[in-house]
């Protein structure tokens, strides 16, 4: 009994956490590894194009609230999304028609389109925080729970309880449906056959006819359409707040490199494995170890590594390691 206890505790407080934070960050690097593999710079301005998507998506949550529109025990943000995706998409397309098509015609140096990043970063964060300004921002309603610690715990008998949230239950899922379009896009279709060839060797596909501003376009309103459900899963789990989407740049980066900065499949992977670390790393084990060992050898303290104050500290120790020692990523993407 104590080892299912100490089970359903490791469930509820480390796996379920880590594999909804682990969807989002695959769903955020999986737009910065698109960036690299096909226009090839370090778009740091992907945690703010994710908190613009964001923003747009709670506004018109706000407003259909306020009309009375609800998705039943979904969250309303869901039936928003569609709006978030379309503003986020309009506006990195602006921001590469005003800014980084300059900067391809000049066959500008990655590093100088790395800077212009940063740049386009304080100029979206200084406009989500001036529209909605820099605190915590709620927007989700619905069932809160699938199942709640309670109800577990009557069904089963046990001291833990298990609480499966809905945001989470929703996260899983559409990373899952998110993901599986991707690939088939990138795989089954001609532009996405096209951007996979661009990506592969520039000068190749453009012998072959295929139209680099088209391919251009069709990453952005990729990336745009990632950095929106992947923005919102995450604001609905925790809560929306644009200064928090500028730190997750470093977990998304963390978890692009370490799967291989240009593998998409890399970047999935990268994105469990960062949030499984810092889950585990700043989670308190007192009540797991409690259960599972016995009543002599049990902890004092709350064995805990580092505090949940840190939890970037662990993507940005596990980023130093993976590029000290394999650069290239678990999946030998492009070298950074």
Not at 277 to 305: H, M, N, R
Request: hydrophobic fraction near 55%; include cysteine; charge should be positive.
């Amino acid at each position: 009994m104590d080892l299912l206890n100490a089970l359903v505790a490791f469930a509820n407080f480390v796996f379920i956490p880590a594999v909804a934070y682990g969807s989002q960050l695959a769903l955020g690097a999986l737009g910065v590894t698109l960036i690299y593999g096909i226009l090839r710079f370090s778009n740091f301005a992907h945690g703010d194009t994710m908190a613009i998507g964001t923003m747009v998506t709670v506004l018109v949550t706000w407003w259909m609230q306020s009309v009375g529109i609800s998705f039943g025990p979904l969250p309303t943000a869901l039936l928003a999304l569609p709006f978030g995706i379309l503003g986020c998409m309009a506006l990195v397309l602006v921001t590469d028609r005003m800014v980084y098509r300059f900067y391809r015609a000049q066959k500008a140096k990655p590093v100088i389109l790395v800077i212009v990043s940063m740049g386009v970063m304080f100029i979206y964060n200084g406009l989500t925080r001036f529209i909605i300004g820099p605190d915590d921002q709620r927007f989700s309603d619905g069932e809160r729970f699938i199942i709640s610690a309670r109800t577990f715990k009557e069904m089963t008998g046990l001291d833990e309880g298990l609480a499966f949230k809905t945001t989470q239950g929703i996260t899983i899922v559409t990373a899952v449906i998110v993901v599986a379009l991707l690939f088939w896009f990138l795989n089954r279709t001609r532009t996405g056959k096209s951007m996979r060839a661009y990506s592969d060797n520039e000068d190749l596909a453009l012998l072959s006819g295929i139209n680099p501003e088209r391919v251009v376009m069709y990453t952005w309103l990729i990336v745009a359409a990632l950095a929106t459900v992947a923005g919102v899963l995450y604001g609905l789990d925790k809560s929306f707040k644009p200064f928090v989407y500028f730190q997750l740049l470093l977990p998304i980066f963390a978890s692009a490199i370490v799967g291989g900065l240009g593998s998409p499949i890399g970047a999935i992977a990268g994105g469990f494995i960062i949030a499984f670390s810092e889950v585990t790393i700043t989670y308190a084990w007192k009540k797991v170890l409690g259960y599972t060992l016995p009543e002599s050898l049990e902890p004092d303290g709350l064995v805990q590594l580092l505090s949940t104050d840190y939890k970037f500290a662990v993507s940005f120790i596990i980023l130093l390691i993976v590029l000290l020692f394999r650069p290239t990523g678990l999946f030998r993407g492009k070298s950074v």
